[in-house]
């Protein structure tokens, strides 16, 4: 499908890049002004280039955190991607068991993520939370705050806990916008469940897939109110996470020079990580698409 | 049918995972400090509406509820009005840079916010609007409107484009054509897109409490007030936890037939 072109779309586009604009060029230019001066007092400072670059780029826990960072980012991915879509095509499609479920799996992501990190400290412990206290009674030695294992699994189950119904969501409405004739189609050529998921419902999923991805992929790499609240980044610093390290520089050691090169370094490989998974999902995805449109047409044209 | 059977089996175990932990904050929420942290309990031994009574009694706590609404709505309809024309066009038309300003408008989300925080308070003292819902409600644009954009884009790219050809064939203007044809076409995608700004907007908290202090103070901020020298106040923090769910319920609630609701291919 090859869209026309036509310069006159940038009307509709405008009213966005102002409202974004607004909030969003002004705080650039000042982290990259901050990132190149060594900030003494508001009026004293130097500028000093790239050293702090240089000097963030070799910082050993910088990378340790960073690796943490990314295997927990791809973890993150990995459950909470294919389990959403799942529990798309699992929720009701009609009546009041549909608008329950809607509600019902919804409800997590409305609590405000320090709220988040709170619950799952109590609910955690062994002593008096339901989790750890049903860890504990099938034999496992449970602990979230002694244990590096069992910290970063719970931070991960929170996380899973609390986001998996982003992509739910997500999906759930990507599913229900899929015309009637599509399956219907599929049922007269007597397709199976599997080839009704392959080449139906992935192909119209692509769009809110992709930014289900994307976003959860940004976020969990941003990710810090909940980790913080409920392991503070330990045991040792098993879940301190790239934005905790960052936090430490610039409000623990208030050093506002290194803290903005590092956040700029920090949004370049967020953004590249995007960047390379929208082209490979788009790639891939346009593929796709391109086979079941042709067969999708030949079906809607019976 | 053996599929429809292991379906509800997996539904149901997801979740009783979904609501075992908020269980478990409604039960604090109807405790007392002690007695939360001395015994292991499914129930509430000792009942009590305490907490509750606290946040609706005292006005910090509720007008913290009211502050949060305001910005919120505020920027939720603001988010969805100018997202709505600008993935239109994205998902229609090529023009210039058009990748890249999608994709530069994702990169908002990517920042890490704590770095906003000095720069948004000098530009929003500067132009006067600190401690207003206004300011709050701007700021979160920054992260919802890609969102509402990225979002509808999906939506919009799934109708075929010979839809919007038959409409202009049939003598529709692009204003009629897009409120009256295209809109409820994708409903199911504005009531997803609403709900997400919603909860981003709802749930943030940096930035909000950065921007105000007393008159627009949110309820995120409140909530930060139970932590304090003599320890933590879990029961009273469960019982606003328990509050904050509210009325983001009620607007999936509200919004729960556009996402439901099946694809109508009436028109074609």
């Known amino acids: 499908m090859i869209k026309p ?3 006159k779309a940038w009307w509709l586009v405008l009213p966005v890049v102002v409202c974004v604009a607004f909030s969003a060029i002004l705080p650039l230019m000042t982290v990259v002004n901050y990132s190149v001066q060594d900030i003494i ?3 004293r400072r ?13 910082d050993e826990e910088l990378h340790s955190a960073m690796v943490r960072q990314l295997i927990y980012s791809f973890a993150v991915l990995a459950v909470e991607v294919p389990l959403g879509i799942a529990l798309a095509l699992a929720m009701p499609t009609a009546g009041w068991r549909a608008s329950a479920t809607l509600v019902l799996v919804a409800l997590s992501l409305l609590i405000p993520w320090n709220v988040v990190g709170t619950i799952w400290q109590i ?8 989790l750890g206290a049903a860890l504990q009674a099938i034999g496992l030695e449970y602990s979230y705050t002694g244990n590096p294992t069992h910290a970063w699994l719970t931070v991960l189950a929170m996380d899973v806990w609390h986001w998996t119904p982003l992509v739910a969501l997500l999906c759930y409405a990507g599913l229900r916008a899929i015309p009637e004739a599509f399956y219907q189609a599929a049922q007269i050529d007597g397709a199976s469940r599997l080839a009704v998921f392959r080449y139906i419902q992935m192909p119209k999923l692509r769009g809110v897939l992709m930014i289900a991805v994307l976003l959860r992929f940004m976020d969990s790499f941003m990710i810090y109110t909940e980790p913080f609240v409920l392991t503070g980044g330990g045991p040792g610093n098993a879940t301190t996470f790239l934005s905790q390290y960052l936090t430490q520089k610039a409000v623990g050691q208030f050093d506002l020079g290194p803290a903005a090169a590092f956040s700029l370094i920090y949004f370049l ?13 788009q790639r891939v995805g346009t593929h796709s698409t391109s086979t079941t449109a042709t067969i999708a047409g030949e079906k809607g044209a019976v | 049918m053996k599929g429809a059977h292991w379906r509800s089996v997996f539904l149901a175990s997801y979740l009783v995972f979904a609501l075992l932990p908020i269980y478990w904050m409604v039960n604090m929420s109807f405790r007392t400090n002690e007695d939360i942290l001395s015994s292991f309990s499914f129930f509430p031994k000792h009942f009590t509406w305490a907490n509750y009574a606290v ?3 005292d006005p910090a706590w509720y007008s913290g509820y009211i502050n949060s609404l305001i910005y919120v709505a505020i920027n939720m309809v603001i988010s969805v009005t100018v997202a709505l024309p600008a993935a239109y066009a994205f998902s229609r038309y090529r023009f210039l840079g058009d990748r890249h300003v999608f994709f530069w408008l994702l990169t908002n989300r990517m920042t890490p916010p704590a770095i906003f925080l000095l720069p948004f308070f000098q530009l ?5 609007l600190m401690d207003t819902h206004l300011a709050v409600a701007l700021a979160h644009l920054v992260f919802n409107v890609p969102l509402a954009v990225w979002i509808l884009e999906g939506f919009m790219s799934g109708i075929p484009r010979e839809i919007d050809e038959t409409a202009y064939i049939d003598g529709y203007t692009f204003p009629r054509f897009f409120l009256m044809i295209f809109l409820p076409l994708i409903k199911a995608g504005i009531g997803v897109t609403a709900f997400f700004c919603f909860m981003f907007s709802w749930v943030e908290l940096l930035l909000a409490r950065t921007l105000t202090s007393v008159d627009a103070k949110p309820i995120v901020a409140t909530m930060t007030r139970t932590v304090s020298a003599s320890g933590m106040d879990w029961a009273l923090l469960a019982a606003a936890g328990v509050l904050t769910i509210v009325p983001g319920a009620i607007v999936i609630w509200f919004v729960r037939h556009y996402i439901a609701k099946g694809f109508a291919m009436g028109r074609v």
């Open chain 1, 5 to 7: 072109v036509n310069q």
């Open chain 1, 41 to 43: 007092s508001p009026e």
């Open chain 1, 46 to 58: 130097v500028f000093v280039g790239t050293e702090w670059f240089v000097s963030v780029l070799r």
């Open chain 1, 123 to 130: 609910f955690g412990r062994s002593d008096i939370g339901l």
């Open chain 1, 269 to 281: 490989i967020i953004l590249l990580f995007c960047f390379v998974l929208y082209n490979w999902m």
């Open chain 2, 55 to 57: 946040i609706f009694t």
């Open chain 2, 124 to 128: 929003y003292s500067t132009v006067g």
